[in-house]
DNA sequence: ATGCGATTTGAACGATCGTTCAAGGAGCCC
DNA sequence: GGGCTCCTTGAACGATCGTTCAAATCGCAT
């Protein structure tokens, strides 16, 4: 194959998974993924033996592509690990004012629209959803003792999850990015609380185990 | 018309609403409307001028259903304010319970699926957002000094949908109400330390004078 | 050059899509 | 009963849907 010349199954597999985003998966006809990645129904039909099958791969394909492009950029900004989160909230919040507040997250609608018809699909949203959690719940755990004890990282990560795509939806609905912020907002003011209890359980600790200091770790 | 005989116009938006929970509005055929509900082609375009006509008729229809349908079997059950909000949020798990993590919430559904293209259905839509926050917000201002003073009950009413959406969809995804009552566990917890918050003004104001700034009224 | 499997071409298919409309009741006023 | 309006009937339409396949072409080892 020619240098610069993109094979053709991941060429089917990023504009189905544009479209998609854009337009749902029944609107999205498979004509016009031919049109707009340029290729021929046998070209398709050779790589994927069905419309849902494409779909399979685009999820598979979107499982791939989560920490290259939606995780490490935010990584790459932002060192601190609560920071993170909330820098993840912002670069969806950043695409979705690109977009004049449509489409949203291409996960999520796929789970709305055919989790229930297609078992194998609703299988691979999962799993991109406990992919996205996972690395959210990562952050959570290096963030050590600036959460309580009692806090437990892989749910607050799913919680993560849970506001954002009820934020998009809203903002979605709203034509507004209003109804994210608040709900980015609130989750803030929840971390704010947890990061304030988890404050007192150190020193607590500190007066009784270790010799007194600055609350915070070492940098 | 005979006692007993649901008019033609009701029994079409009542199937579609039903088939478009189920099944979502591109995957349901107007052949399949006009089978479920027992009517003819005719009737239906007598009724309703296309199938986005009737995606509006049922996105006003499920405006004015909310109070009845959705508050009220709530209301009647639970007065506590701060329960009602758990108490519908029950009421959805129930429903998901019953058919086994499936369909989800049909305004939803919609909202990421046809919010994009269709100018109509997304305010419409919005407004069945906001209807539905702004009865729940009621809620959290009859709970008064028991939630903080600085807290935003129809942000927080917000928040509350917020998490509903993003819990069902998760849920449908895993095929498992995990997700969902994890979601709302994490709510009930932020709810608690907002309670708790609201318990110290309580007392502050009853003992010493409060922190600058105008006080408030009498709730 | 030749042979051969892998890939692409693009016309064509049957099914189903949303929609139309001439014809025919149903109910009601005069 | 006649006439008018409202509503229903159901066959039929053109468009588009996802998909197929025989033929052509490409890539490459021999």
New interface residues.
């Given amino acids: 194959m020619a240098p610069g010349v993109e094979p053709t199954r991941e060429r089917i597999l990023r504009t189905a998974f544009e479209l998609f985003h854009?337009?749902?998966y029944?609107?999205t006809a498979v004509a016009t993924i031919l049109r707009e990645s340029g290729l021929n129904p046998g070209s398709m039909y050779h790589a994927f033996g069905s419309k849902d099958d494409l779909l399979i791969g685009v999820l598979e394909f979107a499982l791939v592509l989560c920490r290259p492009a939606v995780i490490a950029p935010v990584e790459a900004r932002e060192a601190d690990p609560i920071g993170r989160v909330f820098a993840l909230l912002g670069q969806y919040r950043a695409g979705m004012e690109l977009r004049g507040c449509?489409?949203?997250c291409p996960i999520?609608?796929l789970?709305?629209?055919v989790?229930?018809?297609h078992p194998r699909a609703?299988e691979l949203?999962?799993r991109n959803?406990e992919n996205w959690a996972g690395m959210v719940g990562e952050w959570l755990e290096a963030a050590g003792d600036r959460l309580p004890r009692d806090c437990d990282r892989v749910?607050?990560a799913?919680?993560v999850?849970?506001?954002?795509?009820?934020?998009l939806?809203?903002a979605?609905?709203?034509?507004d990015l209003g109804?994210f912020d608040?709900?980015v907002?609130?989750l803030r003011r929840?971390f704010d609380?947890l990061e304030e209890k988890a404050r007192g359980e150190r020193v607590g600790k500190a007066g009784t185990k270790t010799r007194g200091g600055a609350p915070r770790g070492p940098g």
Same sequence: chains 1, 2.
């Fill in positions: 854009e337009q749902g029944h609107a449509r489409m949203g999520g609608n789970a709305l629209e989790a229930d018809d609703r949203i999962h959803f749910r607050l799913r919680f999850l849970t506001v954002m795509e009820g934020g939806m809203q979605r609905a709203a034509g109804p608040e709900s907002a609130e929840y609380v």
